[in-house]
């Protein structure tokens, strides 16, 4: 079983950067598309940034130019550098993995394996 584990999430100041980590157990994360969700209390799971196999990347609007999603297949790992945080980035953020070869993007309903989430908190 795959499984995947978060780590980094943390309370920080509006205007503060946080990085995201998520470390992938297994042999095949390098053909995984890779992505970070954030659910705030009371909302729908929503995209904030996924990264293909390929290196193709795409941001929620919310966050382009503030969030940088990047990966190291040599450490199995996904970050997701977050820059210039607002109080609305506040949720717990989840890593989900899917291990189909696709070219392009995955909906949500496409992801096999989900990490068990991370808290951040942006105090205004």
């Known amino acids: 079983q795959v499984q995947l584990v978060e780590s980094g999430g943390g309370l920080v100041q509006a205007g503060g950067s946080l990085r995201l980590s998520c470390a992938v157990s297994?042999?095949?994360?390098?053909?995984?598309?890779m992505a970070w969700y954030r659910q705030a209390p009371g909302n729908q799971r929503e995209l904030v940034a996924a990264?293909?196999?390929?290196?193709?990347?795409a941001y929620a609007e919310s966050v382009k130019g503030r969030f940088t999603i990047s990966r190291d297949n040599a450490k199995n790992t996904v970050f997701l550098q977050m820059d210039r945080l607002k109080p609305e980035d506040t949720a717990v953020y989840y890593c989900a993995a899917d291990r189909q070869p696709r070219v392009g993007i995955p909906g949500i309903a496409e992801y096999d394996y989900w990490g068990q989430g991370t808290q951040v908190t942006v105090s205004s």
């Open positions: 990264i293909t196999s390929g290196g193709r990347t």
């Open positions: 297994g042999s095949f994360f390098s053909v995984y598309a």
